[in-house]
């Protein structure tokens, strides 16, 4: 293995749907297109009560499959509409992301690597494909919010997530899709790219790391 960069960076965090996977907003916002519902209903539905809703209790495996589709359909129901919430199930799992994909390959090479990611269910009992699978091994630790018992942005797991790499925050960088998970990351010091455009945050990862992601 090559010797660590001299950033003071030893772990790269990476978050999995919307950075290492496509996001399943993307998948949301088709399904809303589809059935007519206006643009963002998914998003506005899982950003009430964001901590207790369904979709949280359902990242945390308080609740299971059925519960979670009764619980977030009623959420609609109170703002108005209809949903099927298999149907936004269904949109969770993405498709790779390559250039990520190679990044993080990169990146395991020479530091740490974890998963930091909200999930419904563990990994290994998810119907992925084998090349996502061989992506998973990449990692050194997943930190899953459905076997932890906690999410993002709760900041038990970002606590967890550097205990078992064995780092402190300030020696760790966070990519994830959503500002809201990356603002308790900042506030414990570790470096933050918010992922919109997957090449701007590879380029940003490089500055951070100090070596070619690419």
Known sequence: MPPPPSTGIEAVLFDFGGVILTSPFDAFAA???EVGLPPGTVRRINSTNPD?????????RQVDADEFGRLFEAEAAVQGHIVDAARIMEGLHG????????ALRR????????????NI???????????VLEVVGLFD????????????????????????LGVEPAACVFLDDLGINLKPARAMGMTTIKV????????????VVGFPLG
């Open 31 to 33: 399904y809303e297109t």
């Open 52 to 60: 207790d809703n369904a979709w949280a209790r359902f990242e945390r």
């Open 95 to 102: 498709t790779l992301r390559p250039t990520m994909v190679e």
């Open 107 to 118: 990146c395991a090479n020479r530091l740490r690597t974890g998963m930091l990611t909200n």
């Open 121 to 131: 269910t563990p990994i290994g009992s998810q119907p992925f494909s084998d090349d």
């Open 141 to 164: 630790e997943l930190i899953q919010s459905s076997v932890e018992g906690c999410r993002k942005p709760e900041p038990r797991i970002y606590e967890i997530a550097c205990e078992r």
């Open 196 to 207: 919109v455009d997957p090449e701007e945050a590879i380029a940003e990862l490089e500055a």
